[in-house]
């Protein structure tokens, strides 16, 4: 198991209702009741400010009505997991705002208009069970008779798990089923889950601790307990993995967020495997272990793809280069896949192994944007994958196991594409590192023009090129730029990338950020006056930090689910998983060095900092609303040009559904073009 961290949402958890102060003389220590009267009291007045101002520009009740109608609308791609000869999706729209769960066969699935069956009506079982429930995932068992679906109470990571009848075609009263918690569960066949919950005990992190195996027919009370963990750790959990040559369960002992421990599930009881603690599993096919490695070992160099069997050397799958990247892993029967990057462009390859040797090639996808992947069948051939990138739409590409994908669908272009072009540019840190970065903008720009400039750089996430209907109908065509910043702390060059800005050397992220933003401004793209930055969850700190840094540089920030006070983060939410992150301000030594770059304690009254836009929820249980709430109180009552909104539901997210999508985007994009002067 790893402890979450928000993907970066332009597309971390203990209970969150007590105060988590660590300094005594914090004034705003009392917003950390996220549910109390007091607190939700400030929200409230803080949004009815907020909502005020923003959705009196004419341009908001645009945005929204442009967002929902791309949201909602009926041709988008229904993508999928597969599962013998079935795809399942999950489909939220204007009449199912809540979501449908859904399955068709997978040759129907590839006509223009599957015919689909649900299996939950989300928005149902909500009045029904007087719920507001969110779908949180579904996974079903080997023999595909029965569904684990999880569902959360307004988006947080906290779910009830309960048992779907695929032949009944309920939800099963007699089922497997798991009370509310920070919990995970898995098939180990058709009769047996493993689970663990937070319920039966959690770490200082707020994660399950404690794994047990439950069979069929016997009250959860009778659930062996088959491995505890230690309360220092992040958690415990259960993987599975069902192949032809059978099903097969692991134990995943995160003992910090980059070290695990692994063990086999036989006959009851947990065998320690000899993986080394920096292997990032990622399946299972041929009776071996496919796992990335994040630092050396055995000869290997971090970043490699290895295949594991206890009592053997481990094989090499793939060996990226120095400025390449295994992005995701994929099995299915008989092949493994990988979407991988050069210098941030993606590919997807195919290995096979004869029992001694892996062999590859790359399949024929569209190159120069990514490529990655949709959903293997671990009990057929076929596979999917996705080609997009800043200015071509997303296409689906089907593999009916013969390694020659072909489209299947293709999402129709959001926004007038023509008169724009996409650049990759490098800005030098300050330690003189090269930092590549991706520039959207009009072909025909005559001068410096309004700027987004996003980023993320934390937890080896990568942020490839991707197309966005958001910035695409919002910003580009509006004669906006809009760019992405591939900063140390992602996952873009593999771990070293991500090392790079580890703990104590954390000011590098910001300072490639600041460096980005700079050549923006050398090349004439941009001006001070012109550029914006916006960043979510880990995201939300690298713009805050560099507000601080580089004040008179920007001149508009959108700050979303943050962490802002580093100096109390491994008491709010999920925070303690945090630390392999960003290191444990416990520590004299690392405390000091986080007091340097920490928002909270660094934002200062007398300092002109540009305006910052604080977007958050309530049902955040990871990240929690906490450090924006804190963070927009101190500096509004410093003076500065502040704006708040939290949202009730969403979770990490801060959006349930496609209206608060679209309401979320709509009052960023606002408030960017007002503070940057984008013409409407």
């Given at each position: 198991?790893?402890?979450?961290?928000?993907?970066?949402?332009v597309?971390?958890?203990?209970l969150?209702?007590?105060a988590?102060?660590?300094?005594?003389?914090?004034?705003y220590?009392?917003l950390?009741?996220?549910?109390?009267?007091?607190?939700?009291?400030?929200?409230?007045?803080?949004n009815?400010?907020?909502?005020?101002?923003?959705k009196?520009?004419?341009?908001?009740?645009k945005?929204?009505?442009?967002?929902?109608q791309?949201?909602d609308?009926?041709?988008?791609?229904?993508?999928?997991?597969?599962?013998?000869?079935?795809?399942?999706?999950?489909?939220?729209?204007a009449?199912n705002?809540?979501?449908?769960?859904?399955?068709?066969?997978?040759?129907?699935?590839?006509?223009?208009?599957?015919?689909?069956?649900?299996?939950?009506?989300v928005?149902?079982?909500?009045?029904?069970?007087?719920?507001?429930?969110?779908?949180?995932?579904?996974?079903?068992?080997?023999?595909?008779?029965?569904?684990?679906?999880?569902?959360?109470?307004?988006?947080?990571?906290?779910?009830?798990?309960?048992?779907?009848?695929?032949?009944?075609?309920?939800?099963?009263?007699?089922?497997?089923?798991?009370?509310?918690?920070?919990?995970?569960?898995t098939y180990?066949?058709?009769?047996?889950?493993?689970?663990?919950?937070a319920?039966d005990?959690?770490?200082?992190?707020?994660?399950?601790n404690i794994?047990?195996?439950?069979?069929?027919?016997?009250?959860?009370?009778?659930?062996?307990?088959?491995?505890?963990?230690?309360?220092?750790d992040?958690g415990s959990?259960?993987?599975?993995?069902?192949?032809?040559?059978?099903?097969?369960?692991?134990?995943?002992?995160?003992?910090?967020?980059f070290?695990?421990?692994?063990?086999?599930?036989?006959?009851?009881?947990?065998?320690k495997?000899?993986l080394?603690?920096?292997?990032d599993?990622?399946?299972?096919?041929?009776?071996a272990?496919?796992?990335?490695?994040?630092e050396?070992?055995?000869?290997?160099?971090?970043?490699?793809?290895?295949?594991?069997?206890?009592?053997?050397?481990p094989?090499?799958?793939?060996?990226?280069?120095?400025?390449?990247?295994?992005?995701?892993v994929?099995?299915?029967q008989?092949?493994?896949?990988?979407?991988?990057?050069?210098?941030?462009?993606?590919?997807?390859?195919?290995?096979?192994?004869?029992?001694?040797?892996w062999?590859?090639?790359?399949l024929?996808?569209?190159?120069?944007?990514?490529?990655?992947?949709?959903?293997t069948?671990?009990?057929?051939?076929?596979?999917?994958?996705?080609?997009?990138n800043?200015?071509?739409?997303t296409?689906l590409?089907?593999?009916?196991?013969?390694?020659?994908?072909?489209?299947?669908?293709?999402?129709?272009?959001?926004?007038?594409?023509?008169?724009?072009?996409?650049?990759?540019?490098?800005a030098?840190?300050?330690?003189?590192?090269?930092?590549?970065?991706?520039?959207?903008?009009?072909?025909?720009?005559s001068?410096?023009?309004p700027t987004?400039?996003y980023?993320?750089?934390g937890?080896?996430i990568?942020?490839?090129?991707?197309?966005?209907a958001?910035?695409?109908?919002?910003?580009?065509?509006?004669?906006?730029?809009?760019?992405?910043?591939?900063i140390?702390?992602?996952?873009?060059?593999?771990?070293?990338?991500h090392?790079?800005a580890l703990?104590m050397?954390?000011?590098?992220?910001?300072?490639?950020?600041?460096?980005?933003?700079a050549?923006?401004?050398?090349?004439k793209?941009?001006?001070?006056?012109?550029?914006g930055i916006?960043g979510?969850s880990?995201?939300?700190?690298?713009?805050?930090?560099?507000?601080?840094?580089?004040?008179?540089k920007l001149a508009?920030v959108?700050?979303?689910?943050?962490?802002?006070?580093?100096?109390?983060?491994?008491?709010?939410?999920?925070?303690?998983?945090?630390?392999g992150?960003?290191?444990?301000?416990?520590?004299?030594k690392?405390?000091?060095?986080i007091l340097?770059?920490?928002?909270?304690?660094?934002?200062?009254?007398?300092?002109?900092?540009?305006?910052?836009?604080?977007?958050?929820?309530t049902?955040?249980?990871?990240?929690?609303?906490?450090?924006?709430?804190?963070m927009?109180?101190r500096?509004?009552?410093?003076g500065?040009?502040?704006?708040?909104?939290?949202?009730?539901?969403g979770g990490?997210?801060?959006?349930a559904?496609?209206?608060?999508?679209?309401?979320m985007?709509?009052?960023?994009?606002?408030?960017?073009?007002?503070?940057?002067?984008?013409?409407?």
């Amino acid at each position: 198991m790893r402890a979450k961290l928000l993907l970066p949402i332009v597309m971390l958890g203990a209970l969150v209702s007590g105060a988590y102060a660590v300094t005594a003389d914090d004034p705003y220590a009392w917003l950390e009741d996220v549910h109390g009267a007091k607190p939700l009291a400030w929200v409230a007045e803080q949004n009815k400010k907020s909502l005020g101002q923003l959705k009196a520009d004419p341009r908001y009740q645009k945005n929204y009505d442009n967002i929902l109608q791309v949201l909602d609308a009926t041709d988008r791609i229904p993508f999928g997991t597969i599962s013998h000869g079935t795809v399942y999706n999950f489909w939220q729209d204007a009449r199912n705002p809540k979501g449908l769960w859904r399955r068709t066969s997978i040759a129907d699935y590839q006509t223009a208009a599957p015919h689909w069956e649900t299996l939950v009506d989300v928005d149902a079982l909500a009045k029904t069970e007087k719920q507001n429930w969110v779908f949180a995932g579904a996974e079903c068992s080997p023999g595909e008779v029965r569904c684990l679906i999880r569902l959360s109470r307004g988006g947080g990571d906290a779910v009830v798990i309960r048992e779907y009848d695929l032949k009944a075609k309920k939800l099963a009263g007699d089922g497997f089923a798991l009370p509310e918690a920070k919990a995970d569960a898995t098939y180990l066949n058709d009769d047996t889950v493993v689970f663990s919950t937070a319920a039966d005990g959690a770490t200082s992190s707020g994660y399950a601790n404690i794994v047990k195996q439950w069979q069929r027919g016997t009250p959860i009370a009778a659930a062996k307990k088959i491995y505890e963990g230690e309360k220092s750790d992040v958690g415990s959990s259960a993987v599975s993995f069902h192949t032809k040559e059978g099903n097969f369960a692991f134990i995943t002992r995160s003992v910090s967020f980059f070290e695990t421990d692994y063990f086999a599930i036989e006959n009851g009881a947990a065998k320690k495997l000899s993986l080394p603690r920096s292997a990032d599993l990622k399946g299972m096919i041929h009776g071996a272990l496919i796992a990335g490695l994040r630092e050396d070992y055995s000869g290997f160099r971090k970043g490699a793809l290895l295949a594991f069997r206890e009592g053997a050397k481990p094989q090499l799958v793939y060996q990226p280069g120095p400025r390449g990247s295994v992005e995701s892993v994929a099995a299915g029967q008989g092949k493994l896949y990988a979407a991988i990057t050069d210098n941030v462009v993606g590919a997807v390859h195919v290995f096979t192994t004869d029992g001694k040797n892996w062999t590859g090639k790359v399949l024929a996808l569209p190159g120069r944007g990514s490529a990655g992947i949709v959903a293997t069948n671990e009990f057929g051939p076929e596979a999917m994958f996705r080609f997009e990138n800043y200015l071509t739409p997303t296409t689906l590409y089907f593999d009916a196991g013969d390694d020659t994908p072909k489209s299947i669908k293709s999402l129709p272009a959001r926004f007038d594409a023509s008169g724009l072009v996409t650049e990759q540019f490098e800005a030098t840190s300050k330690d003189g590192t090269k930092i590549p970065y991706f520039v959207t903008r009009p072909k025909n720009l005559s001068g410096p023009a309004p700027t987004v400039l996003y980023g993320y750089g934390g937890f080896e996430i990568s942020l490839t090129p991707s197309y966005s209907a958001n910035f695409g109908r919002l910003w580009l065509s509006h004669g906006g730029i809009y760019v992405v910043a591939n900063i140390r702390g992602g996952g873009e060059f593999g771990p070293a990338w991500h090392e790079a800005a580890l703990k104590m050397h954390r000011q590098r992220a910001y300072d490639d950020f600041a460096a980005v933003a700079a050549d923006l401004e050398a090349r004439k793209l941009t001006t001070p006056r012109q550029l914006g930055i916006m960043g979510g969850s880990n995201g939300g700190l690298l713009v805050s930090t560099v507000m601080t840094q580089i004040p008179d540089k920007l001149a508009a920030v959108v700050c979303q689910v943050p962490l802002i006070d580093m100096i109390a983060y491994t008491h709010i939410g999920a925070g303690a998983s945090w630390e392999g992150e960003y290191g444990d301000p416990a520590d004299p030594k690392m405390r000091d060095y986080i007091l340097s770059y920490s928002p909270y304690q660094n934002v200062k009254p007398g300092v002109k900092y540009p305006p910052v836009f604080f977007v958050t929820a309530t049902s955040d249980d990871r990240v929690t609303p906490v450090h924006a709430r804190k963070m927009a109180a101190r500096m509004e009552a410093q003076g500065h040009d502040v704006l708040f909104y939290e949202n009730t539901d969403g979770g990490h997210a801060a959006a349930a559904d496609h209206k608060q999508a679209a309401e979320m985007w709509a009052l960023s994009f606002v408030y960017l073009a007002e503070k940057l002067q984008l013409k409407s």
